[in-house]
């Protein structure tokens, strides 16, 4: 079950498919989900891909959040440096600098291959980094968090996100 909090709102003339889109304005909304095993991806390949369509580019911008007992994994955008960032249990996985805009839909992902941890922007690696960390369940209070940073929600995303979805296994 998917909770919407705040102004959380599905929104149907700014979508990327289907019949509407997530839309979140940046000032406490957020989609949350409660913990679950099926979120625990041990040392599996996964991928974990969404489109979003940015209001604003500025500040750090969560677009998925939960915490394990081995510490937070976030996968945000760090509008200083315009990148996107992975933060898993203390590896971070960076995206080259990037030049995005507005009103765009863009295609992420985030991929575990084996070892091989990568950030796909449109199609197109910007991002990978090699570690053997393992992801486990998820066991925070606050649960799982799409459009916010999980311990404290904060980090708001300011845009709409569309077709999020999380695979294990194989892409």
């Not at 969404?50 to 955008?77: I, K, R």
Request: hydrophobic share 40%; with cysteine; proline share 2%.
């Amino acid at each position: 079950t998917v909770t919407a909090n705040g102004n959380a709102s599905i929104n149907t003339t700014t979508k990327k498919f289907g019949a509407g889109s997530c839309s979140l304005d940046g000032t406490g909304d957020y989609l949350s989900l409660a913990n679950h095993a099926d979120f625990n991806f041990g040392t599996g390949n996964f991928t974990i891909d969404w489109w979003v369509n940015f209001n604003s580019l500025a500040g750090t911008q969560d677009f998925f959040a939960y915490s394990t007992a081995a510490g937070t994994v976030q996968f945000y955008w760090d509008g200083t440096p315009s990148k996107f960032n992975i933060y898993h249990l203390a590896v971070v996985l960076s995206s080259s600098v990037l030049s995005l805009s507005t009103g765009t839909w863009y295609h992420i992902a985030y991929v575990r291959s084996g070892n091989v941890w990568y950030i796909f922007l449109d199609g197109v690696n910007k991002g990978s980094v090699t570690d053997t960390l393992s992801l486990g369940s998820p066991n925070h209070a606050n649960g799982i968090m799409i459009g916010a940073e999980v311990t404290v929600p904060s980090q708001f995303f300011n845009g709409y996100i569309d077709e999020f979805r999380v695979k294990k296994g194989d892409a």
